[in-house]
């Protein structure tokens, strides 16, 4: 039986799985020896980019692919079924953990605490022959990457990541997220993102403090001043140019239930650490991925007039890039490249913090 104690420095370990802002949309429970019990959420009903709670079940995904690693540490194997008595909304996951006589530590395990993500401008150093092979076999058979990697391929997606900026930061429901996950004046944060983390330099941060203080300042700003222009090119054209080249994870068969995205969590988290080992930096770029969720559903992002049908624009451009097929299994796109490691990350909730109380109080 693997005992408490065991279980306590896997989840320890855990904990440093990505979430989109550093949600950490889990909690957990250690129910008897050998069984963690893990408590997903999703944030679909206060964060506009989790569209049908997609985001967070990716990231339920990476988290149980952390443990699963973080427990072959301890010679164990960890294996996860879903409770049949969760929904979407709020899965229960349990982690069955039993020793395994003779098994060989996972090699991605020394990068789960030193993964993490890098904001700003990479180097353009191509990638080698040897990381290319690394990276499209971490991902399994079940997923294509796709790779843009010339001068003009990462162009394309530069053009699309300006184009996607613009929703971004014109779309009131995202203003109401960006001001709640970015800690001020911050270089770690527990529970969101610090502000030198988020990659511009400080004098642009030091104005959207200011500007960010209410909607009515950003639509002015963004109406009259041009607003949008510094934050787009620190925050997307320069990263999208600066890195060796941007990645689209691909699911060969078009997701289609919850299990699918956490599928997809346990891929990107592969390719993530992967990216790591074989020494290159890494950023999710998942608004075209999730503004494309939305117009393939046919929802609405926004409530502002002309929002969703650039929303539908820019989906039918990444048709274009990718062919459509691809396009509807997409489920990751990033950018990698070589750079020294971030001088500001996020950090994460103290392992107490995220034990699930007897009452289930303690969910936020
Ligand atoms: C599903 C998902 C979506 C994410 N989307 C983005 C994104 O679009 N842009 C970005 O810069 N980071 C993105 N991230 C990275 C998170 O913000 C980051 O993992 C989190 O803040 C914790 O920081 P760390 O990865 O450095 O530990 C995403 C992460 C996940 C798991």
Known sequence: MVDRDTLVRILELGRWAPSGDNTQPWRFEIAEDGLIRIHGFDTRDEVVYDFAGHASHIAHGALLETLRIAASAHGCD?????RPDGDDRQPVYELHVRRAEGLVVDPLFP???QRVVQRRPMRTTPLTAEQRRALAASVGDGYELRLFETFS??????RLLWDNALIR??????????????EWGARFSEDRIPEQAVGVDPLTARLMRWVMKSWARVDFFNKYLMGTVAPRIQLDLLPA???????CLIARQRPATMVDYVGAGVAMQRLWLTAHAV????QPEMTPVIFNWYASAGHSLSR?????DRVRLLAGRLGSLLGADAAGGLVVMCRVGVSSPPASRSTRKALAGLMLERNGAGRH
């Not at 960890?78 to 879903?82: F, G, K, T």
């Not at 502002?304 to 969703?308: F, L, N, S």
């Open 78 to 82: 960890a294996s996860w079924v879903l």
């Open 111 to 113: 990068f789960i605490e």
């Open 153 to 158: 391929a990462r162009a394309a997606v530069a």
């Open 169 to 182: 930061l014109t779309c009131p429901e995202a203003f109401e997220v960006h001001r709640q996950v970015i």
């Open 241 to 247: 140019l600066g890195c060796a080249a941007h990645l």
């Open 279 to 282: 020494g290159l930096h890494l």
């Open 304 to 308: 502002k007039a002309g929002i969703d």
